[in-house]
């Protein structure tokens, strides 16, 4: 067993894999090492896959949305959903974990089950699940450690109703009321899942809005239609307090409400993990969040040392990671098989309804003080949709005034999350809002984008039907 690398990952998330995979293709001897018992990073034990998982199961063992067209609703009791949750969650994430781990053998990548350490001489050291410790050389080092929920002092984790986006996914009961604290994608997510299995949510921000990077439109309209569901948004409300008195497990509002959930899940932002690493002793710069500072090509402040994915901070999303990870290992090595960050990147929020966005919002577009057009296709009007019964959102488009070239998509409603990449690659293509002219599967939600392209036309000729 070689203990000289040409490339060592730290952490097998997406910006370790997918950069370690990289490397090891173009003939670099590569290893990981990853702490987890298995491979895969947040996305598969705690992030995108669980969660998206359960949002999947919750739909369907809830009759959402459809329930209205075919009348029929939640069919298990509460105890039996959870354990279908629980099962779904765990075969799915049992997948992708293998996948991630046949991806590492097949690219013969030597992977480590341990925790890693820097040493001050450069070298890493690792504390190796069987109990050995074991240290190996890189020429270059890629860490890829990802973040972790933030948890302020303020907070009582101790208190077992008090839970972060990881501990709430051993949830035991599907409680009767749940106090969110955090409206980013991870608290919005959450809140809708838990309102379709038909627990009493409130949602508390600190900010005006849900996700508060998505087009306002976009985001009043996700409140709207998560109220219609039955839950509760409590914006501009900084300060909240949570602890537990002799009258239960209290939230109190900076107006004074006390709320008195079964449950709280805080979910207001992550931190870089990067305890332990010894950082500081092999001179690599941290900012005052945990993140380490990088270059445009992932590279630290010591050259030989890279640092990709959420340990290096926002957008913190697994699509974004793995793409700065293969931009990373491409530089290490000059690989030049990709330089830069895609500047057109997609964000999914798999509420329910779901969220899509790509590109300018509109008030990005009007503080840019360029003339724009905006143009709104409803799914109410969308035959798919209506067949579905999915009749929720819109697609609405931001347009360039002068040469209609497509600016932005912001997409509300199923499958929200999958459509916004026919935008992306509008846009990236510098297509024109003239898509309505190309001939769509018909019927399709897809449609809705050349109906909302003919709206916009119709805003951009001053003469609106
Ligand atoms: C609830 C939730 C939902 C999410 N949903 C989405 C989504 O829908 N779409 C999306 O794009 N993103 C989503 N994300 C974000 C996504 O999970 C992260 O952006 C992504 O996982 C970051 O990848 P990474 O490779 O940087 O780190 P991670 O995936 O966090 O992987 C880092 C790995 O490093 C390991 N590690 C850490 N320290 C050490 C050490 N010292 N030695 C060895 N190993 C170590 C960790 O065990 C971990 O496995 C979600 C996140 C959460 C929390």
Redesign the pocket.
Known sequence: MTDAFDFVV???????EKAAAMAAYFGKSVAV????PRP????V????IP??TLREAAMYVSGFHRREVYGVGLQLSTSEVLDVLRARAHDVTSLVADGVAANLDRHRIEYIN????LTPDGRVSIDVSDGSVRVVTASKLLI????RPFRPDTVPFDDPAVDD?DSILSLESIPASLVVIGGG??GT?YASIVTALGSEVTLVDAGPRLIPFADEEISERLAAALTDDGARFIFNAPGTTIRRTENGLEVGLPDGEIIYPEKVLFAAGRAG?VE??GLGEAGIDVDNRGHILVNEHFQSSQPDVYA????VGPP????V?AEQ?RIAASHAFGLHVVDELDSLPTF?V?SMPEVGMVGLTEQAAKEAGDPYAVGRAFFADNGRSRIAGTTTGLIKLVVCRDDKRLLGVHILGEDAAELVHIGQAAIHAKDDVEIIHTTFNTPTRSEAYKFAAYDALQDISGHRL
């Not at 341990?114 to 350490?117: D, K, P």
């Open positions: 730290i952490g097998s998330g997406p910006a370790g090492i990853e702490r987890d895969g990073g947040t996305v034990s705690r992030g995108g969660t998206k341990g925790s890693a350490s890829a450690t990802g973040s986006s994608p991870v997510e993990n332990g690493l990709a994915g959420d340990v913190a999303l697994a699509s990671s990870g999914g798999y």
